[in-house]
């Protein structure tokens, strides 16, 4: 939601004067301050991913968003209180520690809980909710535009800041009555509570239902590689050191670039700085500019939404395949009408051009948040072990945070430099994408969590080997839990044994 609220807080006039990058009519004269207020948000979430990992793992998922809680209402604080420019760069660093914990957290503990079928439909309607927020944010910053004289300016911006109190709040209630992660509990020892959740959300509450029966015990199946993982600390995990056939440094490249690329090689960034431009380009005038741009984040709600209908029915694959090669297609055009109204300045032509491009723009935020947007959240909530998810999501924010954070300063300078060209480039990395996710991106799309672990268990990166080998391990995983199925309906849920404790090696 912060991301929303600094687009419209920049342009604030006396938010602009007051922390020194423009005048007093919020003409920014000085954008690199401008951009180091924006970036430092980043820098904040960089740090707060790792520590976010480290204590979801160690004290759990809702605590830790008790956590986030605490530091995004500390940032909102600081933020809508802020006197001068150092001010508000430390109010924007504690609230991107806050969203960080978020992002780790929520993605992690949603998915822990989904059924394997619809897991990518439930984590992109939790997405939903917050990108409704960011849309939301945009209409009343464009709303506020018209009270400039309030409170001499400052009410317009400090009232933006001061919104974001009421998704805290919700997310504290929402804790309150959803239950903690049953794989977490697992983990933390407390076997029967986790199996009481897994009960009630899979089996209607019936304690011998074969749903819950049939996930409790995979997940029991694949603990054993607990001692030898959950020590790992971020310098083992992202070399892979110590962790056997787990292949942990695999996974965190796969969920580490996947969010570079998404953020920063889609040319979304690009698509958000240069929108207004091209609106302007187009003929319309400042107030219709500054309407249109919060209705094209409203047009990714809907994409988001038909990215919930679909990740799961055609597979993560799928999803980056064609949006992949629609955006593309959607890149190139808008370079090549941008190239010819330039070739055709100030006439009838150049502005059917304009406004052609600015139609793109719509067609774009479609595309992108339909497919693109949300596999590189969803897919760090997958592939790694429960007693390593939120630390290994942290690498998937972390490249969020780079890549978003870098694309806000890089495409400024590309666009100065080389124009419409940029467009091109991206387009040209469009392409790159489907053979790259052929190769190292395996699916995940309904596989359950435990079922994913053997599917990094190939030496190999490319995905035919791994999937042979999750053929191979899941024959094994089969037959251990059938020989052993009298066993654990005749045991009771504290006494219940493993059927068998594979070793990191192993699995």
């Not at 927020?133 to 535009?145: D, K, R, V």
């Not at 599917?455 to 094994?476: D, G, H, V």
Request: with cysteine; charged share 15%.
């Amino acid at each position: 939601m912060s991301q929303g609220v600094i687009g419209a807080v920049n342009a604030s006039p006396e938010f602009v004067h007051r922390m020194g990058f423009g005048d007093e009519t919020g003409h920014v004269t000085d954008p690199t301050k401008q951009g180091g207020i924006v970036a430092i948000y980043y820098a904040g979430s960089l740090f707060g991913a790792f520590w976010a990992g480290q204590f979801a793992d160690r004290y759990g998922r809702i605590k830790g968003l008790w956590m986030a809680s605490f530091w995004c209402l500390l940032g909102v604080i600081l933020q809508a209180a802020a006197t001068d420019l150092a001010f508000i760069l430390c109010a924007r660093v504690v609230s991107g520690i806050g969203v960080a914990f978020i992002i780790v957290i929520a993605p992690s503990w949603t998915a822990e809980l989904s059924p394997a079928a619809h897991r990518g439909r439930v984590i992109c309607l939790t997405f939903l909710a917050n990108f409704s927020c960011i849309a939301l944010e945009s209409w009343l910053g464009f709303a506020l535009s018209f009270a400039n004289d309030i409170g001499g300016g400052q009410f317009r911006w400090r009232f933006l800041f001061c919104t974001q109190v009421i998704p805290i709040v919700l997310l504290v209630l929402g804790t309150m009555v959803i239950p903690e992660s049953p794989r977490w509990l697992v983990k933390a020892g407390r076997h029967e509570e986790a199996y009481d959740i897994i009960v009630k959300l899979r089996g209607n509450d019936e304690p011998d239902h074969p749903d819950a029966l049939r996930e409790w015990q995979e997940i029991l199946a694949v603990v054993g590689m607990e001692h030898e993982a959950s020590s790992s600390n971020y310098i083992k995990m992202f070399f892979g050191t110590g962790s056997g056939d787990v292949h942990l440094g695999r996974r965190i490249q796969l969920v580490f670039w996947l969010q570079v690329l998404m953020q920063f090689g889609t040319g979304i960034a690009a698509m958000v700085i240069y929108s207004g431009t091209l609106f302007r380009n187009a003929g319309f005038d400042e107030v219709k500019a500054g309407w249109l741009s919060p209705l094209s984040l409203s047009v990714g709600i809907l994409g988001t939404g038909i990215n919930a209908l679909l990740v799961d029915r055609i597979g993560r694959r799928w999803t980056i395949y064609w949006g992949s090669a629609t955006l593309c297609v959607i890149l190139f055009l808008m370079g090549g009408l941008q190239r010819a109204a330039l070739n055709n300045p100030g006439t009838q032509q150049a502005l059917n051009l304009n406004i052609g491009g600015a139609v793109l723009v719509f067609i774009y935020v479609l595309v992108f948040s339909a497919s693109w947007l949300m596999v590189p959240f969803i897919y760090p909530t997958e592939v790694f072990p429960t007693w390593l998810r939120a630390k290994g999501n942290a690498f998937g924010v972390a490249g969020w945070a780079i890549g978003y954070g870098g694309g806000g300063l890089l495409i400024p300078i590309m666009l100065a430099n080389i124009g419409e060209k940029t467009f091109y480039v991206f387009g040209a990395a469009m392409i790159s994408y489907i053979p790259l996710t052929y190769m190292l991106v395996p699916e995940t799309a309904g596989r359950t969590l435990e079922q994913i672990d053997f599917l990094f268990a190939s030496k190999s990166p490319f995905t035919w080997n791994m999937e042979k080998e999750f053929s191979k391990r899941m024959q094994e995983l089969e037959s251990r839990i059938e020989a052993n199925q009298e066993k654990w309906r005749r045991t009771s849920v504290n006494e219940i044994e493993r059927p068998f404790q594979p070793k990191a090696a192993d699995v």
